[in-house]
């Protein structure tokens, strides 16, 4: 078995046939798909073992809700493929070729990691718009310096579902986090140094309201805090090259630039308990390698944290208002 595809699955009844069928429509055939509902609600469950009665090589993991994290752990400790490949459940393959590129991808580069593009399919208008940003050149760039290109061009992205990884490099999902997949690439890239990308994009990331992404708590703050304190300590100490380490801080100031977006979006006021430890890692912008940390670390030097909520409110204003 090649590959192995894990599916986490929760009230998503509108969206699953979709997934699963874009994933039977593939043109390569040697793979496993793991679906894992996590006590869904919703007729999913019923949907999953409609498929695993179908198909012999889909496999359906029924569990009591404990959240995406853990559903993709429970999916990855059973996968019997070569090399993982994380989809979500409400998402769908829009290449029919996709798992063979990244098989004959793989064979050209053994690569214990390959990453791809994704492009934003807009649930309620049904468009699926062009992917806004291009993968360096991979003739040209390998590796570390791969990885420092990328965060240059704002073509860093940490989320699962970008990526086809080794089993053998696996590394569990943090199940306290609801930024659990920031914290899970960081470890991933630790474990190894053999990564490639191919300059396309294969999945529709769909857009809804009322999804995980699109809902603002005050976890999302305090999990963004711990995780940036955590790695910054982490990449600082640790036996990686100094073009890695530029990479990942740079990545990093990228996501503190985020966190900020989403101190000046949330309306919970027990944030304001957690203005010292924002602005003790506001150093991480003085590695900005690309546009919008290095913007933000321009105003922050010189008007300071409040004036670059109030402004980061404001533009937030604007948008919404065309």
Not at 37 to 46: N, V
Not at 173 to 180: G, K, P, R, T
Not at 245 to 255: D, F, P, S, V, W
Not at 266 to 284: N, P
Request: net charge positive.
């Amino acid at each position: 078995m090649f590959f192995s595809i894990v599916i986490p699955v929760y009230n998503v009844e509108k969206y699953l046939d979709e997934c699963v069928e874009s994933i039977l429509n593939q043109s390569f055939t040697d793979y496993e798909v793991i679906l894992v509902d996590d006590g869904s609600k919703d007729s999913s469950g019923s949907i999953c073992d409609k498929y695993s009665e179908k198909y012999s090589f889909i496999k359906t993991i029924h569990k009591p809700n404990g959240g995406q994290a853990d559903a993709r752990n429970v999916g990855t400790t059973v996968a019997s493929g070569e090399y993982i490949i994380y989809i979500d459940s409400d998402d769908y393959i829009i290449d029919n070729n996709f798992f063979s590129d990244v098989y004959e991808h793989i064979n050209t580069s053994n690569s214990d990691v390959v990453i791809y593009k994704f492009s934003k399919y807009f649930d309620e208008t049904k468009v699926l718009e062009k992917c806004s940003f291009s993968f360096p050149d991979s003739k040209k760039y390998h590796g570390d310096e791969m990885l420092l290109e990328m965060v240059k061009k704002d073509a860093y992205y940490g989320m699962a579902w970008t990526k086809a990884f080794k089993k053998s490099i696996a590394t569990e999902f943090n199940i306290n986090l609801v930024c659990e997949d920031m914290d899970w690439f960081f470890n991933l890239l630790s474990n190894t140094d053999s990564f490639s990308v191919i300059d396309k994009a294969y999945i529709a990331y769909r857009q809804r309201s009322g999804s995980v992404t699109s809902t603002l708590r005050i976890k999302n703050l305090t999990d963004f805090i711990y995780t940036l304190e955590k790695w910054s300590r982490k990449v600082l100490t640790s036996d990686i090259s100094e073009t890695k380490r530029k990479a990942l801080y740079g990545a990093m100031a990228k996501y503190y630039s985020n966190m900020l977006i989403v101190y000046a979006r949330l309306k919970d006021k027990s944030k304001r308990e957690s203005v010292k430890r924002v602005k003790a890692l506001s150093f991480l912008l003085n590695y900005s390698i690309n546009k919008r940390p290095m913007q933000i670390n321009k105003v922050y030097k010189t008007l300071g944290f409040s004036a670059v909520i109030t402004i980061l409110k404001i533009v937030d204003r604007l948008k919404g208002a065309l």
